[in-house]
């Protein structure tokens, strides 16, 4: 029988050479040399200790620590702090400094300008070894958790609700006990209800303290009120497909050349409409006058299509129909995923469409049309404009109507609705930015480019959420939370630029 050596696996004590762990050509090497090389004076603001005081850890051996902990899916400082102290690759990184996790999550937390300074330097580093091509930038975002209670969310009229709700319901308790204790020689009040009336009234006074704190409700779009949060008012509630959660949303920008992130920014609106020209304006620097933009129908608005014509940015973003209208995805449904009932949250289907305004012929001096029953309609309405467009009504004598067979295709409510009215909708008089869109989108050219746009973009996205398991922001306010995500975003580029080395 063979016989092979015993593996010994009890700890010793070995000679290990920390810079012989970081290997040439992995990530924790580029990083290394990479960080080596950059202009972190932005970190030393934060300090005082100039003339006195202990010596802190250096800014460069903690922004390698969180880089490297990033890029292997490790967001916790408390973890970070054990793989520093523990793990071979990361003590080789960090000099065996192992800092405490309250400087890691204070580091990460107060770093936002900092962290972009660096983000900018590697940028410019990345532009000078040819990886940013600016032909096309292609804008997404994505909606995560933070570290805020969805359940705390509401307008201030909701909040002073709760508030008396909670007063109302201690001060019943209260009363029911002074009314059961009426007579009795047993004064003591249970335990339980006292616990519960305290936490009532300690909630209630939270709630008006922070109403104090904030006297206004927060603006949203149109008017509206947005609702605020009593954990993190700069978070937002944003519908995703897998239910409505309490977050930010981080956006980015990326280069089509190589995928190169070159603007990176975490918002609390779920609005993507309102942050696509703050967006564009921010990768400025990045980007020159021919440089294409794409971005998805999330970002679509006539107002915004206007924007872009006026500052001359040549931009290529979808409408909600894009898809519709393009045969290719005429079988997508097939490939989307079953609905889930624990957390689709979306509508139900509609019912059947009844007979569009095509099945109506309309006669040439436009006098009237005939319906796919053959019955004549008669014009009711010239000059309308529905939707921008202008319009033609026609409408159905009752006579027609009312015992036609064809009724449940043709009115949506055949019990209650009289006779049919159809418009026909004519070219715009005056062609939108939005109509230019379509056509440009629907052409060869439009194809082809906004093709692009989906191997630019989601394979970053991909990357972050999936091999980084980047699934939720980890921090409060928005200042923060943006820091988080341009520290992905910087791992995502390093990587960019250390395989770039390795195959060059
Ligand atoms: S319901 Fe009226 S308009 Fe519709 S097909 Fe019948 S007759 Fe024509």
Same mark, same amino acid.
């Given at each position: 029988?063979?016989?092979?050596?015993?593996?010994?696996?009890?700890?010793?004590?070995?000679?290990? !050479?920390?810079?012989?762990?970081?290997?040439?050509?992995?990530?924790?090497?580029? @990083?290394?040399?990479?960080?080596?090389?950059?202009?972190?004076?932005?970190?030393?603001?934060?300090?005082?200790? !100039?003339?006195?005081?202990?010596?802190?850890?250096?800014?460069?051996?903690? /922004? &390698?620590?969180?880089?490297?902990?990033?890029?292997?899916?490790?967001?916790?400082?408390?973890?970070?702090?054990?793989?520093?102290?523990?793990?071979?690759?990361?003590?080789?990184?960090?000099?065996?400094?192992?800092?405490?996790?309250?400087?890691?999550?204070?580091? =990460?937390?107060?770093?936002?300008?900092?962290?972009?300074?660096?983000?900018?330097?590697? @940028?410019?580093?990345?532009?000078?070894?040819? @990886?940013?091509?600016? $032909?096309?930038?292609?804008?997404?975002?994505?909606?995560?958790?933070?570290?805020?209670?969805?359940?705390?969310?509401?307008?201030?009229?909701?909040?002073?609700?709760?508030? *008396?709700?909670?007063?109302?319901?201690?001060?019943?308790? @209260?009363?029911?006990?002074?009314?059961? !204790?009426?007579?009795?020689?047993? /004064? +003591?009040?249970? +335990?339980?209800?006292?616990?519960?009336?305290?936490?009532?009234?300690?909630?209630?006074?939270?709630?008006?303290?922070?109403?104090?704190?904030?006297?206004?409700? #927060?603006?949203?779009?149109?008017? $509206?009120?947005?609702?605020?949060?009593?954990?993190?008012?700069?978070?937002?509630?944003?519908?995703?497909?897998?239910?409505?959660?309490?977050?930010?949303?981080?956006?980015?920008?990326?280069?089509?050349?190589?995928?190169?992130?070159?603007?990176?920014?975490?918002?609390?609106?779920?609005?993507? *409409?309102?942050?696509?020209?703050?967006?564009?304006?921010?990768?400025? +620097?990045?980007?020159?006058?021919?440089?294409?933009?794409?971005?998805?129908?999330?970002?679509?608005?006539?107002?915004?299509?206007?924007?872009?014509?006026?500052?001359?940015?040549?931009?290529?973003?979808?409408?909600?129909?894009?898809?519709?209208?393009?045969?290719?995805?005429?079988? *997508?449904?097939?490939?989307?995923?079953?609905?889930?009932?624990?957390?689709? &949250?979306?509508?139900?289907?509609?019912?059947?469409?009844?007979?569009?305004?095509?099945?109506?012929?309309?006669?040439?001096?436009?006098?009237?049309?005939?319906?796919?029953?053959?019955?004549?309609?008669? #014009?009711?309405?010239?000059?309308?404009?529905?939707?921008?467009?202008?319009?033609?009504?026609?409408?159905?004598?009752?006579?027609?109507?009312?015992?036609?067979?064809?009724?449940?295709?043709?009115?949506?409510?055949?019990?209650?609705?009289?006779?049919?009215? =159809?418009?026909? /909708?004519?070219?715009? +008089?005056? =062609?939108?930015?939005?109509?230019?869109?379509?056509?440009?989108?629907?052409?060869?050219?439009?194809?082809?480019?906004?093709?692009?746009?989906?191997?630019?973009?989601?394979? =970053?996205?991909?990357?972050? #959420?999936?091999?980084?398991?980047?699934?939720?922001?980890?921090?409060?306010?928005?200042?923060?939370?943006?820091? *988080?995500?341009?520290?992905?975003?910087?791992?995502?580029?390093?990587?960019?630029?250390?395989?770039?080395?390795?195959?060059?």
């Amino acid at each position: 029988m063979a016989r092979y050596k015993t593996m010994d696996m009890s700890p010793r004590l070995l000679p290990v !050479d920390l810079e012989a762990q970081l290997v040439p050509g992995s990530f924790a090497h580029a @990083l290394h040399h990479l960080v080596d090389q950059l202009d972190l004076s932005a970190f030393d603001a934060h300090y005082r200790n !100039d003339a006195a005081g202990a010596s802190a850890h250096a800014p460069a051996m903690l /922004l &390698k620590a969180v880089l490297l902990a990033y890029a292997q899916g490790i967001v916790s400082s408390r973890a970070i702090e054990r793989a520093c102290r523990d793990n071979v690759l990361f003590i080789a990184l960090t000099g065996d400094s192992k800092p405490h996790f309250t400087t890691i999550a204070d580091f =990460v937390s107060r770093s936002r300008d900092a962290i972009a300074s660096v983000f900018g330097q590697v @940028l410019t580093l990345l532009g000078k070894e040819g @990886l940013i091509g600016r $032909a096309m930038f292609a804008i997404d975002g994505v909606k995560l958790p933070s570290n805020a209670s969805k359940h705390r969310s509401g307008t201030r009229a909701e909040f002073l609700a709760q508030a *008396q709700k909670a007063e109302r319901a201690a001060k019943a308790m @209260l009363d029911r006990h002074q009314a059961n !204790d009426a007579g009795s020689t047993e /004064l +003591a009040m249970d +335990a339980k209800v006292r616990a519960r009336i305290e936490r009532l009234t300690n909630e209630a006074a939270r709630i008006r303290a922070w109403l104090a704190e904030n006297p206004n409700d #927060r603006p949203g779009a149109h008017g $509206a009120i947005r609702k605020s949060n009593r954990t993190d008012n700069e978070s937002a509630k944003l519908a995703t497909d897998k239910g409505v959660i309490q977050g930010y949303c981080g956006v980015a920008v990326v280069d089509a050349s190589h995928q190169v992130i070159v603007e990176a920014s975490a918002h609390g609106t779920g609005s993507e *409409q309102e942050l696509l020209l703050p967006v564009i304006e921010a990768c400025t +620097a990045q980007r020159n006058d021919t440089t294409l933009i794409t971005a998805d129908a999330g970002y679509h608005s006539e107002a915004n299509l206007v924007a872009l014509a006026d500052r001359g940015i040549d931009a290529l973003i979808a409408d909600n129909q894009m898809r519709r209208r393009d045969e290719r995805f005429a079988e *997508q449904d097939k490939h989307t995923t079953k609905r889930d009932p624990l957390h689709d &949250k979306s509508r139900l289907p509609k019912k059947p469409a009844v007979f569009s305004a095509d099945r109506f012929v309309v006669a040439a001096d436009l006098s009237h049309a005939i319906c796919p029953a053959g019955k004549t309609l008669h #014009r009711n309405g010239r000059n309308c404009t529905i939707g921008g467009y202008d319009a033609i009504k026609f409408r159905a004598p009752a006579s027609a109507c009312t015992d036609c067979q064809l009724r449940t295709q043709c009115v949506r409510k055949p019990d209650t609705t009289p006779v049919r009215k =159809v418009a026909v /909708l004519t070219r715009k +008089a005056i =062609v939108t930015h939005t109509q230019r869109m379509r056509e440009r989108i629907d052409s060869d050219e439009g194809r082809a480019q906004y093709g692009r746009r989906f191997a630019t973009v989601e394979p =970053v996205f991909g990357n972050l #959420r999936h091999n980084k398991q980047l699934n939720r922001f980890t921090l409060r306010g928005q200042a923060k939370v943006d820091g *988080q995500w341009k520290l992905f975003a910087l791992v995502h580029n390093i990587e960019k630029w250390a395989n770039h080395r390795k195959v060059a």
